[in-house]
């Protein structure tokens, strides 16, 4: 009787029911991935440009123009031959399905045909929507999506629908959530990929493969935060872009002439007065050719998070990261020249880090898109190339805004050619006395 009852259990074991078999074959996942032995080469994302507007649910979508037709992911809609899998294989099969449950909070049962239907909308607008997340378009007939995606992409559609947005503001705002948590899972799992080689001394692809064993304890800890940080964030960037506005552009202005304080008042589609800085490493490009790439790795992330505290800690913010490089504001032309002065200070100090190239000009500037843009940001960018090893170079405007703290000594410098600005005269901006920010290691 023991072998009668085994003998179903082992076969049920080792071979797919024609259900999942079915059920494999059409999920457009990676239910028929083995369990991984090496890195898995990914395809990049395609770029996708988004239409302009919600179409109504009895509007079909438009054929006319080539840009509305689906791309399609790789490999969704074909069938691939499914080997019978091992044990192993099928439990972990059963553990990407269970995972990918639990983060969607349901099975994709929806095509983008049902799930526009529950939004309201066109097929076209629903695919607006999806794309502005990030994500590629798919074949029309895949059920590639969950009662929860409708619910969520519908949220934009009722703001929409009641006049709280416009079409444009709603697939930017959910462009700006696509493109922001995209980064920030790439970031969260290389980290445990990371933690898991250094601390376990796994090999890349076994790390890879024990971070999907982790992530199950992680997950509802991270959503949490994720929260309180949005909220966070959210609170500390009304301060800066709207209730400390007026006081900023205030001292922006100060100690201007009369003829200077009009032509600023004209600068209105620069809204925001802010000091701009750059911080580059030198002989990047050089270096990096002559390490590995786990040395690299460590260089960039230590040159990061470095000047992420600094930044943080100086009351500044990071705008963004680019490999050798960092931008930066902050509210006064003080907290930019201490940041500026922290960071070459640190850098220089670091063993692992070569010296860096630093600048800070205090000006105007354009926030969008969580970046920031305008002519300030042009000239901390072309100063920083001019500016030698382990030096800050700051322009007239700013050191005239500095001279008036005993903190800085401002070294003038002989004027140079800036592409795009003419005669520019710099300075070199130096600490006069001790203190500026202190870091919270050695």
């Given at each position: 009787m023991?072998d009668e009852t085994?003998?179903?259990?082992?076969?049920?074991?080792?071979?797919?029911?024609a259900?999942?078999l079915?059920?494999?074959?059409a999920d457009?996942?990676?239910?028929?991935?083995?369990?991984?032995?090496r890195p898995k080469?990914?395809?990049?994302?395609?770029?996708q440009?988004?239409?302009?507007?919600?179409?109504?649910?009895?509007?079909?979508?438009s054929?006319?123009?080539?840009?509305e037709?689906?791309?399609?992911?790789?490999g969704?809609?074909?069938?691939a031959p499914i080997?019978?899998?091992?044990?192993?294989?099928?439990?972990?099969?059963r553990?990407?399905?269970?995972l990918e449950?639990?983060?969607?909070g349901?099975?994709?049962?929806l095509?983008?045909r049902?799930?526009a239907?529950?939004?309201?909308v066109?097929?076209?607008?629903?695919r607006?929507?999806?794309?502005?997340l990030?994500?590629p378009?798919?074949?029309?007939d895949v059920?590639?999506f969950t009662e929860?995606d409708a619910?969520?992409l519908?949220?934009?559609?009722h703001?929409?629908g009641e006049g709280?947005?416009?079409?444009?503001?709603a697939?930017?705002?959910?462009?700006?959530?696509g493109?922001?948590?995209?980064?920030m899972v790439?970031?969260?799992?290389?980290a445990?990929?990371?933690?898991?080689?250094?601390n376990?001394e796994y090999?890349?692809?076994?790390?890879r493969?024990?971070?999907f064993?982790?992530?199950?304890?992680?997950?509802?800890?991270l959503h949490?935060?994720?929260g309180y940080?949005?909220?966070?964030?959210?609170s500390a960037a009304?301060q800066r872009l709207t209730?400390?506005?007026?006081?900023g552009?205030?001292?922006?202005?100060?100690?201007?002439?009369?003829?200077?304080?009009?032509?600023?008042?004209?600068?209105?589609?620069l809204?925001?007065?802010?000091a701009?800085?750059f911080?580059?490493?030198?002989?990047y490009?050089?270096?990096?050719?002559q390490?590995s790439?786990?040395?690299?790795?460590?260089?960039?992330?230590?040159?990061e998070?470095?000047?992420a505290?600094?930044?943080?800690i100086g009351g500044?913010?990071?705008?963004?990261t680019?490999?050798?490089?960092v931008?930066?504001?902050a509210?006064?032309?003080e907290?930019?020249?201490?940041?500026?002065?922290?960071?070459?200070e640190?850098?220089a100090?670091?063993?692992?880090l070569?010296?860096?190239?630093?600048?800070?000009?205090?000006?105007?500037?354009?926030?969008?898109?969580?970046d920031i843009?305008g002519?300030?940001?042009?000239l901390?960018a072309?100063?920083?190339?001019?500016a030698?090893?382990?030096?800050i170079?700051v322009?007239?405007?700013t050191?005239e805004?500095?001279?008036?703290?005993?903190?800085?000594?401002?070294?003038?410098?002989p004027?140079r050619l800036v592409r795009?600005?003419?005669e520019?005269?710099p300075?070199?901006?130096l600490r006069?006395?001790?203190?500026?920010?202190?870091l919270d290691h050695?």
């Amino acid at each position: 009787m023991d072998d009668e009852t085994e003998t179903p259990d082992r076969a049920e074991q080792t071979e797919y029911t024609a259900e999942e078999l079915a059920a494999a074959r059409a999920d457009w996942s990676d239910f028929n991935v083995p369990r991984p032995e090496r890195p898995k080469q990914t395809a990049p994302r395609p770029r996708q440009v988004p239409d302009r507007g919600f179409a109504p649910e009895s509007v079909a979508p438009s054929s006319a123009h080539p840009a509305e037709q689906p791309t399609h992911a790789p490999g969704v809609g074909a069938t691939a031959p499914i080997p019978t899998p091992s044990l192993e294989e099928r439990a972990w099969h059963r553990n990407i399905r269970e995972l990918e449950h639990r983060l969607l909070g349901a099975e994709r049962t929806l095509t983008y045909r049902e799930m526009a239907q529950r939004m309201g909308v066109s097929t076209r607008s629903a695919r607006k929507l999806w794309r502005a997340l990030g994500f590629p378009n798919l074949d029309e007939d895949v059920k590639a999506f969950t009662e929860a995606d409708a619910e969520a992409l519908a949220q934009m559609v009722h703001l929409v629908g009641e006049g709280h947005l416009n079409q444009e503001t709603a697939i930017s705002l959910t462009r700006s959530v696509g493109q922001m948590t995209d980064r920030m899972v790439v970031w969260q799992i290389e980290a445990l990929v990371e933690d898991k080689i250094a601390n376990q001394e796994y090999s890349d692809a076994e790390a890879r493969s024990h971070v999907f064993d982790t992530l199950p304890k992680l997950i509802d800890p991270l959503h949490q935060l994720l929260g309180y940080a949005w909220r966070r964030q959210l609170s500390a960037a009304l301060q800066r872009l709207t209730v400390r506005v007026e006081s900023g552009l205030a001292s922006l202005d100060r100690g201007r002439d009369p003829a200077e304080l009009e032509q600023s008042r004209d600068d209105a589609p620069l809204p925001l007065a802010r000091a701009v800085g750059f911080a580059d490493l030198v002989s990047y490009t050089s270096l990096s050719r002559q390490m590995s790439e786990r040395t690299l790795a460590h260089m960039v992330q230590r040159f990061e998070s470095r000047c992420a505290e600094i930044i943080s800690i100086g009351g500044g913010r990071l705008v963004k990261t680019v490999g050798d490089e960092v931008l930066y504001n902050a509210e006064t032309p003080e907290a930019g020249a201490e940041i500026a002065l922290a960071l070459s200070e640190t850098i220089a100090a670091d063993d692992v880090l070569p010296e860096a190239r630093v600048s800070v000009v205090w000006g105007r500037v354009l926030s969008r898109m969580g970046d920031i843009y305008g002519p300030t940001v042009n000239l901390a960018a072309r100063l920083t190339s001019l500016a030698d090893p382990g030096t800050i170079l700051v322009d007239a405007s700013t050191a005239e805004a500095l001279e008036l703290s005993q903190d800085y000594l401002l070294v003038p410098q002989p004027p140079r050619l800036v592409r795009g600005f003419g005669e520019v005269s710099p300075s070199l901006l130096l600490r006069a006395r001790t203190g500026g920010i202190a870091l919270d290691h050695a």
